[in-house]
């Protein structure tokens, strides 16, 4: 009988004959040993679930991919809030400079247009003493000065003599980092707008803003002798001030002291409120 391996080629084998049959092994091989040999599938480790007990919904499967860490969600929240108040501080810093130099620039039809705003926004706190394209500075310097007459108890009026109410503010500017608007500003612009409402040869008002300037002016010299201690007996005040023109840096001779000397006002029950 021929035997599968002599066969001619091109030609079937003879299957008559008995084989090894399925479930056997080769000659010279254990079960034991092929057992060994064969491959052991190792479970899935990311599909194996926990089976679900009666009454509880299987697991829903979550791609680890998706997870946002803690941290990344806290780096973005502080960068969107960062975001934010970066453009409010560019939003106020605009508006800001919009005001300033409607403030400062040339009358012109914008800056008539929001007088008000423009006002409402820069006084007190962002005043500015310059004009823009046209600076005017200060060419000389001036110390308000007052004396008052004090009724006594016993019916006597005292003078008294000169205080320099200009250099009592300069004590409080002078050395503080952060100093009042009003020591800066208040006795020079009240001076300022009492001149430019009188006649500086007679004292004759101008327009009708003439007595409101001089009743602003005079409350405060009442205010700032009642922190001396003058208190409601004061009667009368006056007013003078001392200009003194800027000189150029070790200029001689030094420049002249000229004085401007009001008359008596009487004071006022609203002066003391």
């Known amino acids: 009988m021929q035997s599968p391996d002599d066969a001619a080629p ?57 997870a946002v860490p803690s941290d990344e969600r806290r ?9 934010l108040f970066a453009i409010l501080a560019i939003l106020v810093t605009l ?11 040339p009358s012109n039809t914008l ?57 009592d503010d300069l004590k409080h500017i002078r050395g503080n980092p952060y100093p009042s608007k009003a020591d800066q500003n208040m006795i020079r612009r009240a001076w300022s707008s009492y001149t430019d409402a009188h006649e500086a040869k007679d004292e004759t008002a101008i327009g009708t803003r003439g007595p409101l300037t001089q009743r602003y002016l005079r409350r405060i010299v009442v205010h700032r002798f009642q922190d001396a201690g003058a208190d409601r007996r004061l009667e009368s005040i006056r007013i003078r001030v001392a200009t003194t023109p800027v000189g150029k840096p070790g200029g001689k001779p030094e420049p002249e002291t000229a004085y401007r000397t009001l008359g008596w006002w009487e004071t006022k029950p609203d002066d003391f409120r």
């Open 95 to 105: 508006v800001h400079v919009f005001f300033v130099f409607l403030h400062v620039a």
């Open 111 to 167: 800056s008539q247009d929001y007088r008000k705003e423009t006002g409402t926004w820069v006084y007190p706190y962002f005043e500015q003493n310059w004009a823009l394209f046209a600076p005017n500075p200060m060419s000389e310097n001036f110390r308000l000065q007052a004396q008052s007459r004090v009724r006594n108890a016993d019916g006597t009026v005292v003078e008294s003599g000169w205080s320099d109410l200009t250099g």
């Open 75 to 83: 780096s973005t929240a502080v960068r969107s809030i960062s975001a």
């Open 10 to 66: 091109g030609q079937p084998a003879d299957r008559s004959q008995p084989g090894p049959q399925a479930g056997t092994t080769a000659v010279g091989t254990s079960t034991a040993d092929a057992a060994d040999r064969a491959p052991v599938p190792e479970p899935d480790r990311a599909s194996a679930r926990i089976p679900a007990q009666a009454g509880e919904r299987a697991p829903v499967d979550t791609p680890t991919e998706t």
